[in-house]
């Protein structure tokens, strides 16, 4: 079979995969046993109900202590624990009075009564599983149920959100509820200082975002005291919107990065080369519109302007690197639909939210290509000192769950990579929302003309719209269609996303039209008749809030979402997509389709409908199997990490380096103490031992990178890539560790260590400034990104009758 068949078996698989679920059954029966405690609870004063969730706390913390936070000093509590993970299991009578004293206390200090289908969620939440609640059913009361449930036994508990507005909001409206239970509750924002972090990571339960707990993680493994670390171990992880992280940002890179000089960027020169430049004579574009490269005029032309060099020589690599980079950035990304430029700065977009992308950076000098096109200041690429993807990150907690509102259909993700199954909580109130088959058209101009169409018969009675787009370039393309047809609307998109939380709020009122890029207010509900429900009668007689799609996502997840925003807790509402051929989405991943068209370039049919649904699936299955081929190379590096971490708390904490060194030159190692004493003598041998460690650590990280950017060349030798990076990634690891316990010998053996010593004074210079960042993925993919979406095409674009 070849590789072409092998990975349209593994697509046409991925794309029939069933979405099974965990059985609610067992919480279910519980659930009157709960109830019955609501009187004797009810009856108990505020005092007393602390009292009693105190006490239930101190019995279960003794019975399990095997599941107290906090890391360890063996290795194990530095590889990933996916592969040991097990679900913290909980005796019925103590679930009971969990759920009991919970629902007491958000009825206490919220007014509201957890419905039963909230317990529910953080029952299987307490048993280790990722719950599927739909919008507006009450997740975050739910996981806070669940956060007492794992406090109680003992473990702190990390809540992780997708933004600081989120981790803020949550703890201080949960805070009176924990309060209630006798637990501490703090958050962690990107504004936090040092000792905030500190206090807020030891409470019982922390909200913080994935990237800034991911950025602390990364900050303590590079600490040069043990007493400078803000998290005290790993606890126990709740994920909100688990989907977002496990999946849309699992491959996504967190990075610290450092300094060591003031070296100049060649980007803006490049860039203003290549601003001079003609498309077709001096460069084309290539494999789909996904790559770009110089034509033989375009590289005379780069060759005179820097003084008639060899572009190609191996001497001039930086020049041709800087090239490249400002030709992708010229011809490949475009504003207000990659990246937007807002107070001086060039801010890349989420294109699963449609929003900016907090604190991430393109990689490989891609970022500053972008900039100087725009006419900015190139920010440095800096050295990566530490990093780790955001799935590896998650793989280190010894319990997670989650909550999200579509898990179903990546319920085979969450199995292979975290190890995680899928309950799925039914709504307290059924759904009544009306989703339309999806509505295609010819062109994506006659596509248009049928959207603002409908918007204009909805806003005529004054039934609420929102409108989700696929970027920032369309929302306002279609807001100004709709205001020049006289149809006042607000817009949310990446520019303006600081409000978002507002506008959301208000999108249910009467008469109002929002046009929004996907995603929308995510964590926000949206209420019939707006923020205050004025007029939520005359909204309901309406229809509820009507959702328009512009356009199918790459994944079916991101339209479920976007539906979501519809029919809450039983509200009425409706949604419908709009589509064309012309579509991103269906030239990608889809085939010609033909079909009835009317008068108005509506295209119907058996085979528009298959062709669309076809199309998304495989975009779904190519980013599936892109991710498994990314991760099984990320497994290793991932190891190696964790063996680093290891070796340097050894050196941190304990006397390795000493030891080294007295395994050596004893003579030399007393000769250091005679002069400077135990204590400090051990200092100099750490410092050492840690300076030698992180500079070798960064280089072997370069080293990787370089690697894993050009192993796909060995496929052409008929080599598996991913042996052939074992093969050199393994041993020089091993060389790496090696080295930095024979440089360290060597360092204490010839360095004048007298008072005032540094390790400065023996070059061994640190960064001079650090900055964190998250890697934003390549908008191009990787060569062997670019193969799969080339051969998934290949192999399904010449059949008749795609998969349904």
């Known amino acids: 079979m070849g590789l072409a068949d092998k990975l349209k078996q593994k697509l046409q698989t991925f794309m029939q995969r069933p979405g099974a679920t965990v059985s609610l059954a067992p919480s279910e029966a519980l659930l009157p046993r709960i109830?019955?405690?609501?009187?004797?609870?009810?009856?108990?004063?505020?005092?007393?109900?602390?009292?009693?969730?105190?006490?239930?706390?101190?019995?279960?913390?003794?019975?399990?202590?095997?599941?107290?936070?906090?890391?360890?000093?063996?290795?194990?509590?530095?590889?990933?624990?996916?592969?040991?993970?097990?679900?913290?299991?909980?005796?019925?009578?103590?679930?009971?009075?969990?759920?009991?004293?919970?629902?007491?206390?958000?009825?206490?200090?919220?007014?509201?009564?957890?419905?039963?289908?909230?317990?529910?969620?953080?029952?299987?939440?307490?048993?280790?599983?990722?719950?599927?609640?739909?919008t507006g059913e009450g997740k975050t009361l739910a996981a806070a149920i669940a956060a007492y449930g794992y406090v109680a036994r003992g473990s702190r508990v990390q809540i992780l959100t997708v933004n600081d507005y989120l981790a803020r909001r949550d703890a201080e409206w949960m805070g009176p509820v924990y309060g209630l239970l006798g637990l501490s509750v703090g958050s962690v924002g990107e504004d936090s200082t040092h000792d905030e972090r500190l206090e807020a990571y030891a409470r019982d339960v922390c909200y913080v975002s994935v990237s800034e707990v991911g950025f602390d993680f990364l900050r303590d493994q590079l600490v040069l005291d043990a007493g400078d670390e803000v998290m005290p171990g790993l606890p126990t992880l709740i994920l909100d919107e688990a989907d977002s992280v496990l999946i849309d940002e699992a491959r996504v890179p967190l990075v610290l990065a450092g300094s060591f000089d003031?070296?100049?960027?060649?980007?803006?020169?490049?860039?203003?080369?290549?601003?001079?430049?003609?498309?077709?004579?001096?460069?084309?574009g290539i494999e789909d519109g996904r790559n770009v490269q110089l034509t033989e005029a375009g590289a005379l032309m780069v060759e005179k302007a820097y003084g008639g060099i060899d572009l190609y020589a191996p001497e001039n690599l930086e020049k041709l690197t800087a090239v490249n980079l400002a030709l992708h950035a010229r011809a490949l990304l475009t504003l207000d639909?990659?990246?937007?430029?807002?107070?001086?700065?060039?801010?890349?977009?989420?294109?699963?939210?449609?929003?900016?992308?907090?604190?991430?950076?393109?990689?490989?000098?891609?970022?500053?290509?972008?900039?100087?096109?725009?006419?900015?200041?190139?920010?440095?690429?800096?050295?990566?000192?530490?990093?780790?993807?955001?799935?590896?990150?998650?793989?280190?907690?010894?319990?997670?769950?989650?909550?999200?509102?579509?898990?179903?259909?990546?319920?085979?993700?969450?199995r292979e990579f975290y190890r995680l199954e899928v309950a799925v909580i039914p709504p307290n109130t059924p759904s009544i929302r009306i989703d339309e088959a999806d509505r295609v058209y010819v062109t994506a101009e006659e596509k248009e003309d049928a959207i603002i169409a409908e918007v204009a018969a909805a806003h005529e009675v004054g039934r609420p719209v929102l409108i989700g787009t696929l970027d920032v370039a369309e929302s306002e393309r279609l807001a100004a269609a709709l205001r020049a047809k006289d149809i006042e609307c607000v817009v949310l998109n990446a520019k303006n996303d600081a409000s978002e939380a507002k506008i959301i709020a208000e999108a249910g009122g009467l008469g109002r039209v929002t046009v929004s890029t996907q995603m929308a207010g995510r964590g926000t509900?949206?209420?019939?008749?707006?923020?205050?429900?004025?007029?939520?009668?005359?909204?309901?007689?309406?229809?509820?809030?009507?959702?328009?799609?512009?356009?199918?996502?790459?994944?079916?997840?991101?339209?479920?979402?976007?539906?979501?925003?519809?029919?809450?807790?039983?509200?009425?509402?409706?949604?419908?997509?709009?589509?064309?051929?012309?579509?991103?989405?269906?030239?990608?991943?889809?085939?010609?389709?033909?079909?009835?068209?009317?008068?108005?370039?509506?295209?119907?049919?058996?085979a528009?409908?298959?062709?669309?649904s076809h199309a998304q699936k495989v975009s779904e299955g190519v980013a599936f199997e892109i991710h498994r081929n990314t991760w099984r190379y990320g497994v290793l590096i991932e190891r190696q990490r964790q063996q680093l971490a290891f070796r340097r708390l050894e050196i941190l904490a304990g006397d390795l380096a000493a030891q080294w060194v007295r395994d050596a030159d004893k003579e030399r190692y007393d000769?250091?103490?005679?002069?400077?004493?135990?204590?400090?003598t051990e200092e100099a041998a750490r410092l050492i031992g840690l300076a030698h460690l992180d500079r070798g650590w960064a280089d072997h990280l370069a080293m990787l990178a370089d690697v894993r950017e050009g192993v796909h060349l060995r496929a052409l030798g008929r080599q598996d890539p991913l042996d052939e990076f074992h093969r050199v990634a393994i041993p020089a690891f091993?060389?790496?560790?090696?080295?930095?316990?024979?440089?360290?010998?060597?360092?204490?053996?010839?360095?004048?260590?007298?008072?005032?010593?540094?390790?400065?004074?023996?070059?061994?210079?640190?960064?001079s400034t650090t900055w964190t960042y998250m890697v934003h993925e390549n908008p191009f993919g990787s060569e062997i990104e670019r193969f799969i979406s080339a051969a998934a095409r290949a192999v399904f674009g010449v059949s008749s009758n795609p998969p349904s």
């Open 35 to 134: 109830e019955a405690l609501e009187e004797e609870l009810g009856a108990l004063s505020d005092e007393e109900l602390t009292e009693r969730a105190g006490a239930l706390r101190e019995r279960l913390t003794k019975a399990a202590d095997v599941h107290r936070s906090g890391a360890g000093t063996d290795m194990e509590a530095y590889t990933d624990a996916t592969s040991r993970r097990q679900a913290v299991l909980i005796d019925d009578d103590d679930l009971v009075e969990i759920c009991a004293l919970g629902r007491e206390a958000g009825r206490r200090a919220l007014d509201e009564r957890a419905f039963d289908v909230q317990l529910l969620g953080a029952m299987a939440m307490l048993a280790g599983t990722i719950v599927e609640m739909a």
């Open 262 to 284: 003031d070296s100049v960027s060649p980007a803006a020169s490049a860039a203003t080369l290549v601003a001079a430049m003609q498309p077709g004579r001096d460069f084309e």
């Open 337 to 414: 639909v990659d990246y937007i430029v807002r107070d001086g700065k060039v801010q890349l977009v989420d294109g699963f939210r449609g929003r900016i992308a907090q604190r991430r950076r393109w990689p490989d000098g891609l970022q500053a290509a972008v900039e100087a096109k725009e006419g900015l200041t190139p920010t440095a690429e800096g050295e990566v000192l530490a990093t780790i993807t955001v799935q590896g990150f998650i793989g280190l907690y010894p319990t997670v769950c989650g909550m999200t509102g579509t898990a179903v259909n990546i319920g085979d993700e969450l």
């Open 525 to 606: 509900d949206i209420r019939l008749g707006g923020r205050g429900e004025t007029d939520r009668d005359a909204v309901v007689d309406l229809g509820g809030l009507l959702v328009i799609g512009s356009g199918r996502h790459n994944s079916r997840r991101v339209d479920d979402q976007l539906r979501g925003r519809a029919g809450r807790q039983g509200d009425p509402g409706g949604s419908v997509f709009f589509v064309s051929p012309e579509d991103t989405l269906i030239v990608r991943n889809g085939e010609p389709f033909d079909g009835r068209t009317a008068g108005d370039g509506r295209m119907t049919g058996p």
């Open 608 to 612: 528009v409908d298959r062709a669309v």
């Open 671 to 680: 000769e250091v103490v005679e002069l400077l004493g135990e204590e400090r």
């Open 734 to 767: 091993k060389e790496f560790l090696d080295d930095t316990q024979t440089k360290t010998v060597e360092t204490f053996a010839e360095a004048d260590l007298s008072e005032g010593w540094t390790p400065d004074d023996e070059g061994l210079v640190r960064p």
